[in-house]
Each structure stands twice: as structure tokens, then as C-alpha cells.
Antibody, heavy 126, light 107 residues
Framework: QVQLQESGPGLVKPSETLSLTCAVS?????????WGWIRQPPGKGLEWIGS???????YYNPSLMSRVSISVDTSKNQFSLRLSSVTAADTAVYYC???????????????????WGQGTLVTVSS | EIVLTQSPGTLSLSPGERASLSCRAS???????LAWYQQKPGQAPRLLIF???SRATGIPDRFSGSGSGTDFTLTISRLEPEDFAVYYC????????FGQGTKLEIK
């Protein structure tokens, strides 16, 4: 059974870089699928941040692309998020999730997210 | 970017009733690439439906999804007490975006 667990600082100062890690258990991230980050500001909806493959191939939300980097450490079976130049608007619960990759004979596509980690609240404040 | 608009914002129903939640896209969602999630307070979202109408593993058959193009619906045939939660739709046909959610509350 795949399980994901986010970790990282709960408080980040404005203009600094937010860094989170997602540890995956019960499944090797090198087996396939992508691995993604989604966030949810307090009391609001969900926003996809980006997703990465074990090889390092990544896709990002265009609205965040200039500030986001997602990397993978296959030796530790985990992946990480870095979001630079944060402001109060980046305050949110950050979730990691398996991002299902489906391939047919002609193409591959990134699909739904399952399962999700429990989430971690990151507050941006001085 | 495809914008998803969910309605109503809040739906008040009683256990045993039927619930219909709407998700409308600003442009056609290719290949019916639409999913639904359930989120309870303090918990992560849980996948209910993918590919518009396929139930995820372990999801009761009282949950069903339908639709195509720009209009999609999540139906809960007979509400159980544990079904009262917030529901989100997600499209994955053109990048990825979520609706703003529908809160299903006990009347």
C-alpha cells in the first residue's frame, strides 16, 4: 500500500525559499508514475504546483513555474519541492501525491492524483 | 487554462436523499479527463471518480459520475452520514486544474 508523508519547516519568512520533502513508502518511485505537489490555502480550493518523474522530467503549473523546482532522490525513495521568493499568498497546506501516468500505444498523459499525503501547513510570515 | 466552476457552493440535504453536484468547464475537457475527490475536515482529498465515470478502488457504488464536453456531474444516490464533506472536480486533459469545491452539509 502506497503511503506518502510530507515534512519540512512549518514557518518560512517572506522572500525566502520554502522546502518540503515527501517520503514514499510501500512503493518504489522508480517503478513509474509521476509524483506531484498540490497546495490548499486555508479555507480555499486546491492548486496543482507541479509533478516529477523518477528520471527528473518535471511539469509545472505555468503560474508558478518561475519559482518552483521539484527533484527526486531515488536512493531515499522521496521527492522534494522548492518554492522561492515566497509571500503570504504562499501560505497553505502542501500535499504530495502520486500522479498517475497512463500510456497507450500512441501517447502518455498525466492523470489523477492518488493517494495523497496527509498534508503539512506552511505559513509565510516574518 | 481550463477553469472549472462547481455548483452549488453549498448543498444542504438529509441522509437518504440524492445529491447531484455540478462541475462546468470553461472549454471542452478532452477525452473526458475528469476526476472527483472527497475531502473531510482536516484530511487530504480522496479520489472517488476518474475518467468521468470510473469509481476508484473501494468507493461505494452509490457514487457515480457522468458528463462530457464541458458539463460533468457527481451523483450520490442515497446519502450516508459519512458522505457529508467537500467535493472537488479536477480536469487533466489540458494541464491540471481543480474546481473551487462544493460543500455537502447536513440539512
Amino acid at each position: 500500500q502506497v503511503q506518502l508523508q510530507e515534512s519540512g519547516p512549518g514557518l518560512v519568512k517572506p522572500s525566502e525559499t520554502l522546502s518540503l520533502t515527501c517520503a514514499v513508502s510501500g512503493y518504489s518511485i522508480s517503478r513509474g508514475d509521476y509524483w506531484g505537489w498540490i497546495r490548499q490555502p486555508p479555507g480555499k480550493g486546491l492548486e496543482w504546483i507541479g509533478s516529477t518523474y523518477y528520471s527528473g522530467s518535471s511539469y509545472y503549473n505555468p503560474s508558478l513555474m518561475s519559482r518552483v523546482s521539484i527533484s527526486v532522490d531515488t536512493s531515499k525513495n522521496q521527492f522534494s519541492l522548492r518554492l522561492s521568493s515566497v509571500t503570504a499568498a504562499d501560505t497553505a497546506v502542501y500535499y504530495c501525491a502520486r500522479h498517475i501516468l497512463y500510456c497507450n500505444s500512441s501517447s502518455c498523459s498525466l492523470n489523477w492524483f492518488a493517494p495523497w499525503g496527509q498534508g503539512t501547513l506552511v505559513t509565510v510570515s516574518s | 487554462e481550463i477553469v472549472l466552476t462547481q455548483s452549488p457552493g453549498t448543498l444542504s440535504l438529509s441522509p437518504g436523499e440524492r445529491a447531484s453536484l455540478s462541475c462546468r468547464a470553461s472549454q471542452s475537457v478532452s477525452s473526458s479527463y475528469l476526476a472527483w475527490y472527497q475531502q473531510k475536515p482536516g484530511q487530504a482529498p480522496r479520489l472517488l471518480i476518474f475518467g468521468t465515470s470510473s469509481r476508484a478502488t473501494g468507493i461505494p457504488d452509490r457514487f457515480s459520475g457522468s458528463g462530457s464536453g464541458t458539463d460533468f456531474t457527481l451523483t450520490i444516490s442515497r446519502l450516508e452520514p459519512e458522505d457529508f464533506a467537500v467535493y472537488y472536480c479536477q480536469q487533466y486533459g489540458n494541464s491540471h486544474s481543480f474546481g473551487q469545491g462544493t460543500k455537502l452539509e447536513i440539512k
